[in-house]
């Protein structure tokens, strides 16, 4: 049955491309005979880097009385297209913030020519912005549209010698804990891509490949909020998509990158590019040397047969190394035939050393235990991965098929070296206990993706598309136990643990986009067969579970004048249980902290309900938008003690969950040199347990906002200036603290402008930590983590041939899924 929904999907992309493979002169010839409106399309570049502008303003006037005959705003590749034009002359007026005003005459819709190409529309900055030395170019840091908001993160100064989670920190709508998870809207569900493949391929979590990536490899950052079929299904709170810098242009250019921080931080990137005739040949390497300590605190209270209390102190230090590799060759066989090969290699050493005080506490009080707990761990972490795709084109505009084949694998070894001991002064004396844990993992994955574009006319067009998503992981964790009076180490089969769990989703989606009107609308189907296949050898139980998914969406938008637009869009989405989710062996890593997963989990499904507004001036952009979330069968960690103080922590699906909430994000230039952009994000949720044994409801609200601001200053200085806060965060279980930080840098540049010197500061007010607070029927639990995230970083970069300043081209095939929800080049 699956293999038949697959090879049927398959088929019918195939039969369009047949069916549409009409020539450009015929289909020429019918538009000319059609009785069409006309139609003024173009695209827009940076007048001095020929970057696409997405997100611009374009408005149509007529000649005779300059009332407003339409609009359109560009997409991502900066391509617009205004429709229903009526016979007669016109000009357009394009805006664009941080850019003047500009116009562009002549254009003429009569009979013998309904169409009119603007072709390439060049606008240059404001000159009024810039360093009163030198004209340099710079993008919004915040670009604004309905269906997703771009950060422009290569102007960012506060991330400099970070990673991508410190660029994370910094996105509005966005939040990260203390272990590095990504919260999109008050949920941790957020698909992670990077360039557009999901991070899951490179064999990493999303905070891992985050964890991985140097921040000075990233172009800019798109959040997606409400995607469409298009993307995969996964993530019920939306998308983050990591664009990471790469250069197409004739010759050999490059950018080089270093900097050095406080406690032992060390990083650095090389970027080439070498583009002659035919053959593009790319490379980057980057490495990450980085140093982290910090201390953690938990206090819990138990409520059993008596009162007792436990206090934990931790102190801990982990060195990290890593480094990745990709190279590349992108081959242009002809005008409408783009084949690309790449392969990269990554790989991650880290090294930690921990100690944990347990103190355990009577009812007044007084210690009745001490013990100490002692650990080294070790982790090898490395893979490769392999991409061919194929672009192809055709003279019919917007129309395309690409193909994409991706493979990669990875392995691990994890090793721990635990000592308990009692204090002398405490307990009976006995020696210490010795513990050794070994893990080996391995991870490969596969994906094969086709997706196929037929416009249908001018403002019409059809997508399908089917991908193959096949991914098997395997841990094999063994735990050693020391005996003394034997003198050799002994495995602990009652806490060893085999566990192998294989995932296959095929899919198949198919979008339907047309423009009526000032109205543009696009609506889609996805199906997802999921089959699981889960083997936990050591206890030797196994886990299979098969289920059809459907997803559908919309999204309708409204064109108004004043440089005004409003959207609705709807999507339903999934959050599949994980490996660690559904494995039933116990993790014994802290003895008064155990975790295990469940197998019976099903996954969750969202729904999803979005209403935003945009509107661009020329000194002022807002975007505020509400939105509704439905979840069923929402999975919800779930946290129980026993009469020993011990806390069991497991994963269950609660009945309901509902979030709504509002934001807004204002971008305002204050004054020539100083640009401000802010956001207030508000939600509230409401959980619900039907689970006889959790029978919760719980009620809450959290709220977080972001200012980060921009200045240009004289002599080739630009300054940065952010901070944010996050509320309180009432969870099913608790709370967890607010959060609050700020950072600052300033820039250079040097050597006619080729180079740049960086100085940043991170949490200027050393106040980032972690705090929660947990309770049950009979338990509370407070918990504190930090880290030294007060550091100093000194950077350097150098462009060679003025890398990512000139033709920055982002081509289809650097985003599987087209890198935009729009209609391509139809205005949505």
Avoid at 9 to 15: E, G, N, P, Y
Avoid at 231 to 255: F, H, P
Avoid at 303 to 319: G, H, I, P, S, W
Avoid at 806 to 817: A, I, L
Wanted: a negative charge.
């Amino acid at each position: 049955m699956k293999a038949f929904f697959f090879a049927v999907s398959v088929l019918l992309i195939s039969t369009l491309n047949v069916l549409a493979s009409e020539t450009d002169t015929e289909a020429q010839g019918r538009s000319a005979q059609r009785q069409a409106p006309g139609l003024v399309f173009g695209q827009l570049v940076d007048g001095q880097t020929d970057e696409s502008l997405m997100f611009a303003s374009i408005v149509l006037h007529n000649m005779a009385d300059s009332t407003m005959t339409g609009g359109a705003i560009s997409d991502e590749t900066g391509r617009f297209v205004i429709d229903n034009v009526p016979f007669g002359s016109y000009y357009l007026a394009v805006s664009y913030v941080g850019y003047p005003r500009q116009t562009l005459n002549g254009i003429s819709i009569r009979p013998d020519n309904v169409a009119h190409d603007a072709g390439i529309v060049r606008i240059v900055p404001d000159a009024s912005l810039l360093s009163e030395v030198t004209v340099t170019a710079t993008r919004e840091l915040m670009e604004v549209g309905l269906d997703r908001r771009v950060f422009n993160v290569a102007q960012e100064l506060t991330s400099v010698g970070g990673t991508a989670l410190d660029i994370m920190q910094n996105i509005p709508g966005v939040a990260v804990d203390f272990d590095g998870n990504v919260n999109l809207r008050g949920s941790n569900n957020v698909t992670i891509l990077i360039d557009g493949r999901p991070s899951s391929l490179l064999g990493m979590s999303g905070s891992e490949a985050l964890q991985q990536l140097p921040s000075d490899m990233i172009e800019r950052v798109e959040v997606i909020t409400n995607p469409s079929v298009r993307y995969d299904a996964d993530g019920t709170s939306g998308i983050i998509n990591i664009v990471l810098k790469k250069e197409r242009r004739q010759g050999y250019n490059g950018m080089l990158t270093t900097n050095v921080g406080s406690n032992g931080r060390y990083s650095g990137s090389v970027n080439m590019n070498y583009f002659v005739g035919k053959l593009n040949v790319f490379g980057n390497y980057s490495g990450n040397v980085s140093s982290t300590d910090g201390f953690g605190s938990n206090f819990s209270s138990s409520f059993l047969a008596d009162t007792t209390y436990m206090d934990q102190n931790m102190l801990f230090e982990n060195d990290m190394n890593t480094h990745n590799l990709t190279l590349g060759v992108d081959y242009n066989m002809n005008d409408y035939n783009t084949f690309t090969v790449s392969f990269g290699l990554n790989n991650r050493d880290r090294n930690g050393l921990s100690q944990i005080d347990y103190y355990a506490l009577d009812r007044t009080f007084d210690i009745s235990d001490v013990f100490i707990r002692a650990s080294e761990n070790s982790m090898d972490n490395s893979g490769y991965q392999v991409n061919f795709s194929h672009r192809r084109t055709y003279p019919q505009r917007f129309r395309e098929w690409t193909t994409d084949f991706t493979f990669s694998s990875r392995s691990m070894l994890n090793t721990e070296e635990n000592r308990q001991y009692t204090h002398p002064d405490f307990g009976t004396g006995l020696e210490s206990v010795l513990q050794n844990t070994a893990s080996e993992g391995n991870n490969h994955m596969f994906r094969f993706r086709t997706d196929y574009v037929y416009p249908m006319g001018e403002n019409t067009k059809l997508e399908a598309g089917v991908q193959a998503y096949i991914r098997e992981d395997g841990s094999d964790f063994a735990f050693f136990d020391f005996d003394h009076q034997q003198q050799f180490w002994s495995n602990n089969e009652g806490l060893s643990n085999n566990f192998v769990y294989n995932e296959q989703i095929l899919s198949a989606y198919g979008i339907y986009s047309t423009i009526v009107g000032n109205y543009s609308l696009m609506g889609g189907l996805r199906i997802e067969n999921t089959n699981v296949q889960a083997d936990q050898r050591t206890t030797q139980q196994k886990f299979n579970d098969d289920y059809f998914s459907f997803f559908p969406s919309f999204h309708v938008r409204r064109n108004m004048a004043n440089n005004q637009s409003i959207q609705l869009s709807y999507g339903r989405r999934i959050n599949r249980p994980n490996q660690r989710n559904v494995n039933p062996f116990i993790s014994y890593t802290d003895p008064y902290n155990l975790s295990f997963g469940n197998p019976g989990l099903q996954p969750e499904f969202t729904n999803s309900l979005e209403l935003g507004f945009a509107r661009y001036g020329r000194t002022t952009t807002i975007n505020p938008s509400v939105f509704y979330r439905h979840t069923t069968g929402m999975v919800t960690r779930f946290r129980t003690m026993d009469e020993q103080g011990i806390a069991y922590t497991t994963f269950e699906n609660l009945n309901t969950g509902i979030s709504y909430g509002a934001e807004m994000v204002v971008s305002h230039r204050i004054a020539d040199f100083w640009r401000a952009n802010g956001t207030v994000s508000y939600f509230r949720r409401t959980v619900e347990g039907s689970n006889p044994q959790m029978q919760l409801r719980n009620d809450s609200y959290s709220w977080s906002a972001r200012l980060m601001n921009n200045f240009t200053l004289p002599r080739g200085f630009t300054a940065q200036l952010s901070g944010f806060y996050r509320s309180p965060m009432v969870m099913i279980q608790g709370e967890m603290k607010a959060m609050y930080s700020a950072d600052m840098a300033v820039r250079k540049s040097v050597m006619n402008n080729n180079g740049t010197i960086t100085l940043r500061l991170s949490d200027v007010f050393n106040t980032q930590r972690f705090q929660m607070y947990n309770y049950g029927d009979n338990f509370t639990l407070d918990l504190e983590r930090r880290r030294n995230s007060r550091m100093v970083f000194l950077g350097f970069s150098y462009r060679i041939n003025d890398f990512d300043r000139r033709s920055q081209r982002r081509d289809r095939d650097t985003d599987d899924f087209g890198g935009d929800m729009d209609f391509g080049g139809f205005d949505l």
